[in-house]
């Protein structure tokens, strides 16, 4: 497949990814050069038929790279979404899950296993329905009767503990990486930095046992275990739905975001507040222009945040293209800013 270069997306020594476009046609790609790679897993993983993983188009050896071109997924990651939006409910945290469940089943029922070794937000894409799990750069495959890895690899928070050199990784390093995965969801920390009290606690805790044998010893039992929790815990969605409409700032819980995101809350109010009509033409002037201000600023806020997820109504937010969706995006709030507008010469019309 020949492609052209639209942007380097992350470029290391050992590897380089880029987003691509196909000569001949509009489609975009993704494409992955690797310095260090498992060349038969790679070929495994394109024959896999699975709804949850970017489609491999093509695999080709070039002077000790691998070049790869698979799927864009145009999507959020979960990382982002939890910097936007915060904590998701019991509700939510169980769709997400149970879908990788769903594909980490198949990857694990491969010959040999297909162990991922590297689940966490950043690399799982979500589009407030449907998980891709993607970056299986650092997978591997079980390899029968090895006691260790012999590469030791893992993010920081996410990979088991086996990952460091204890033991060889297996199904069960997946299930660690999901606990930890599944417990962030639902609070935006780690196991390490809070606890979690829900219905979901005991399942998170076994799945995270330091010791492989105490976890879950395949993903069908962590699935089994989830649905039956679910199950019996329905009624208390409701409770979690509030979590939305927390205000853009405050969602992530991050002290630095408050401070800012308080900040310019205060300054808003003071300019809307402070705000004086020169010469006003009716007595409900000044009143008119301040709710004309705080109509542009929820609106403002709302498309710069993507408050209650409000980009997925923007038209086209879809297309692959990023200018092109950022583009969108700014087009929709100028049309928002205008309807307010010429709202506002209507009500001012009619009152003189």
Known sequence: ?????????????????????????????????????????????????????????????????????????????????????????????????????????????????????????????????????????????????????????????????????????????????????????LTCQLPQESEYHGYEELLIKKMIAMDPQARYQTIKEVQTKLNHLHQHHLPQENKEEKRC???????SHKPWKMIIALICYILIAYVIVEFDVVDPMTPYDGILYRLMLIAMSIITISFATNYLSIWKYVPGIHVQNRFLRMLMIILSWLVMMFIIFILAVIIFTILM
Request: glycine letters at 6%.
């Open 1 to 185: 497949m020949t492609t052209l270069e639209l942007e380097i997306i992350k470029e290391t020594p050992t590897k380089r990814i880029t987003l691509v476009r196909e000569l001949d046609k509009r489609n975009i790609y993704i494409k992955k050069e690797l310095r260090n790679y498992n060349k038969e897993l790679w070929y495994k993983l394109q024959q896999i038929n699975i709804r949850g993983i970017p489609r491999i188009y093509s695999i080709q050896e070039n002077d000790g790279w691998l070049e790869i071109i698979e799927e864009y997924i145009v999507s959020e990651t979960l990382y982002d979404y939890l910097n936007h939006h915060g904590k998701f409910s019991s509700e939510e945290a169980f769709q997400i899950i149970n879908q990788l469940c769903d594909i980490l089943a198949v990857l694990h029922q491969q010959t040999p296993k297909i162990i991922h070794r590297d689940i966490k937000p950043k690399n799982i894409f979500y589009d407030g329905k449907q998980v891709y799990l993607f970056d299986f750069d650092i997978a591997r495959e079980y390899e029968e009767g090895q006691k260790r890895d012999t590469v030791y690899l893992g993010s920081k928070g996410y990979a088991s503990p086996e990952q460091f050199g204890f033991l060889q990784t297996d199904e069960r390093s997946d299930i660690y990486s999901l606990g930890v995965l599944y417990h962030v969801l």
């Open 245 to 251: 409409y927390t205000l853009p700032g405050f969602r």
